[in-house]
């Protein structure tokens, strides 16, 4: 089962009770950290000078066995079934799953103490959640073995964290498959949520981390299917009401965004262009949400945040650009171009260039600028950063989103029709404009969207979607002018490669000229349409 940065847990113990806070289901804040094996020494004699007493230091060996049934079946329904073996006990774990509007995971766990190293559907609290007609199914399928040393930290009085440092190994069992385990994982006992990522931060200045949103159960299934390279996540869906406050919304929507952005790290890194594309999504979606109530956010707070994301942004951009000029514009027409004298040339240089620009970001994913970036973020989000020290309990961020959300979308509308007037004699800058008012409303569309009836959304959608997307091929056209003198520049005979891009831009041109009428008409009836909100 895949989570994220921090892990919302949901959990109950062997007593069937909550482990803290009452009769209530506790909610607790993990944090996971990737180390390098050579870092995890410096590391843990950081958080050895912050242990609270010489008993606060413990060591574990875990031996943990997953279950499962040959076709996943607790895989599909969001669960993960282990035994584990630790301090001679046998304990087994049962956890489910409950992605609520693409928040970082949420998880129900119950465990029970077992006789045997398999699964036992009679176990008292584990075992009714266990579907009946898997029962008899189930079959190993990887196992963990982990080293850990667990410190717990008071960084303040009434704040407690426990330090996890884990090393090992995940190993599949059928086909053999293996892959190390070094990692720091701080949980949140008690207190503020904001110390963990204080924590966090304080070690960062000790050695470089990553925020690792994958389970060790999350790394086993993928063992087990031979998914060897890690794949791009399109962004879930959010869900909200219109009795949360605008602070709640801003602080779900920025959960949301930054899970998507966690999610597809390992994919950028990797080289894959829709990673790339999708960690982009992330941080588009989140400043659109931040522009559209940008007059009840404090200037400062707003400010720095959204320096924060267009760090973020900054090496996606370029790779993003070359993608889409090798995939959409260079690599159709090359084929029907096979022979044409300079097309090679270009398209060598594009990949050679492409290849250049997702180097840098695998370098940024990995740099601990980014990794201090992205807990800033969500430390900002997580304990609302916003707020003013003894500020007023009401001000414009304690307002429902239902009494704010048409405006918000009132005022996106607003821009796209005063953008688009007297379209066809738009310059490309003002159409760039228009395109990026598009997409915002777009955003701030599917971002709300759940306040209204889905069936009017989705018709209000449906002319926009075909919109925004021939306005961003118009951009991407524009884009590529400036790629092909580029590729001219850093190339050793910049002659063909200008005469095959010329060849190519030409091309595109007038296939977009062809179709600018249709553009227009599209456009008029986007601003005709009913603003579903206002119903």
């Not at 199914?137 to 930290?153: C, D, N, S, W």
């Not at 400010?303 to 959409?328: I, T, Y």
């Not at 190339?491 to 490669?497: C, L, M, Q, S, Y």
Request: aromatic residues 4%; glycine residues 8%.
């Amino acid at each position: 089962m895949a989570s994220t940065g921090p892990v919302r847990r949901l959990q109950r113990s062997a007593g069937g009770e909550p482990r803290s806070r009452g009769p209530h289901i506790s909610v607790e804040i993990e944090l996971k950290l990737a180390a390098a094996p050579a870092d995890l020494a410096a590391l843990t004699r950081a958080l050895g000078a912050m242990a609270a007493g010489e008993r606060a230091v413990r060591q574990h060996h875990l031996v943990s066995t997953y279950f499962d049934t040959f076709d996943l079946a607790l895989k599909r329904q969001g669960a993960n079934l282990r035994v584990r073996a630790a301090d001679g006990r046998l304990i087994q774990t049962l956890k489910t799953a409950d992605r609520g509007g693409g928040d970082l995971l949420a998880r129900g766990e119950w465990e029970d103490e077992v006789a045997e190293n398999r699964p036992d559907p009679h176990a008292a609290h584990s075992g009714p959640r266990l579907p009946v007609e898997l029962a008899d199914q189930l079959r190993p399928l990887f196992v963990t073995e982990i080293a850990r040393q667990a410190i717990e930290i008071e960084p303040n009085p009434g704040t407690r964290i426990e330090a996890a440092i884990d090393t090992g190994e995940i190993r599949a069992i059928d086909n053999g498959r293996s892959e190390p385990v070094s990692e720091i994982e701080l949980e949140l006992k008690a207190g503020d949520s904001a110390a963990v990522y204080d924590l966090a931060l304080r070690l960062l200045e000790t050695a470089p981390l990553r925020i690792d949103w994958r389970s060790k159960s999350e790394r086993g299934y993928r063992l087990v299917e031979g998914e060897l390279r890690p794949s791009p996540v399109h962004a879930e869906a959010v869900t909200i009401d219109s009795g949360m406050s605008v602070e709640q919304v801003l602080q779900t929507i920025g959960r949301s965004c930054l899970a998507q952005l966690l999610r597809n790290e390992h994919a950028a890194d990797d080289g894959q262009p829709e990673g790339v594309h999708q960690m982009r999504v992330a941080v588009r979606r989140l400043r659109s949400l931040l522009s559209a109530i940008k007059k009840q956010l404090p200037a400062e707070e707003r400010r720095a945040v959204a320096d924060q994301l267009a760090g973020l942004a900054a090496p996606l951009g370029p790779a993003r650009n070359l993608d889409v000029f090798s995939a959409e514009l260079l690599g159709p027409l090359r084929c029907e171009r096979p022979d044409e004298p300079g097309w090679d040339e270009l398209s060598a240089a594009a990949e050679r260039a492409r290849g250049g620009a997702h180097d840098r970001v695998a370098e940024e994913i990995l740099s601990p600028r980014h990794t201090e970036a992205v807990l800033r973020l969500l430390r900002w989000f997580d304990t609302s950063g916003w707020r003013a020290p003894h500020a007023p309990e009401t001000s414009p961020l304690s307002a429902p989103i239902g009494a704010v959300a048409s405006d918000l979308l009132d005022r996106r509308r607003r821009n796209v029709r005063q953008r688009s007037r007297h379209f066809a004699r738009l310059t490309p800058k003002e159409r760039h404009r228009l395109r990026i008012a598009v997409k915002k409303l777009r955003y701030t569309v599917e971002l709300l969207r759940s306040l209204y009836p889905q069936r009017d959304a989705r018709r209000y959608l449906k002319p926009l979607k075909p919109v925004q997307d021939e306005l961003g091929h118009a951009n991407d056209i524009r884009v590529a002018y400036g790629l092909v003198i580029e590729l001219g520049n850093e190339a050793e005979d910049a002659g063909p490669i200008a005469e095959a891009g010329g060849q190519l831009l030409e091309l595109h041109e007038r296939a977009f000229l062809r179709g600018e009428p249709q553009l227009g008409k599209r456009l008029r009836r986007l601003n005709r349409a009913e603003p579903f909100w206002r119903r």
